[in-house]
């Protein structure tokens, strides 16, 4: 399961945590998304590694700059 969350919503978040997602060919079977105050998306996918991890820790700073 991933968790990506932040206190403050920004612009382009969610398309650039699905973007990335595609790029790593990462099959999502399932999510959840909220964007109307806060951000925070829960997805189960097939194999997560630590690159992911790592790549939602910089979309999140895309997020405070």
């Known amino acids: 399961m991933i968790n990506v ?12 945590v699905l973007e990335a997602f595609e790029d790593m060919g990462l099959n999502v079977l399932e999510a959840r998304v909220s964007c109307a105050d806060s951000f925070h998306l829960q997805a189960v996918g097939g194999e997560v590694s630590s690159t992911i991890y790592v790549l939602l820790l910089l979309l999140y700073y895309y997020c405070m700059h």
């Open 5 to 16: 969350l932040s206190e403050k919503s920004c612009p382009g978040l969610l398309v650039a």
